[in-house]
């Protein structure tokens, strides 16, 4: 099972996310779970990597984990990083209410 936290802070900005294990609904490669969950994170941070004034950190060092971290030092980029988070939400919940036993979804709130 994959398990995920998003954390956001007060207004809804995406700041900090982790996701941990591994969908396991089918073979490496064949996995759509997997396929689904990677293309959220994807595009996720690559829209934070072209998004000004964010500072990115991201840890991939292992197979089957992924951590990334936001601080906006710009300005006008809170609705991004809201739309961001919402991208977010929206597609680990529905791909978690598909499959329930593949996907856990945690969220946090933090100021």
Do not use: W
């Not at 294990?21 to 996720?44: Q, R, Y």
């Not at 941070?45 to 710009?74: I, P, Q």
């Not at 980029?77 to 209410?97: H, P, V, W, Y």
């Amino acid at each position: 099972m994959t398990t995920v936290e998003l954390v956001c802070d007060g207004e809804g900005c995406i700041r900090r996310c982790n996701a941990s294990g591994h969908a396991a609904f089918s073979h490496k490669g064949g996995d759509i779970v997997c396929a689904a969950e990677s293309i959220l994170f994807n595009t996720v941070l690559e829209l934070l990597v072209e998004t000004s004034g964010v500072v990115l950190e991201t840890d991939k060092s292992s197979r089957g984990n992924l951590a990334f971290s936001v601080e906006d030092k710009g300005s006008g980029n809170t609705e991004r990083l809201k739309c961001m988070a919402d991208f977010l939400r929206c597609g680990l919940r529905s791909i978690s209410e598909q499959y329930p036993e593949h996907v856990l979804l945690r969220e946090k709130t933090e100021d």
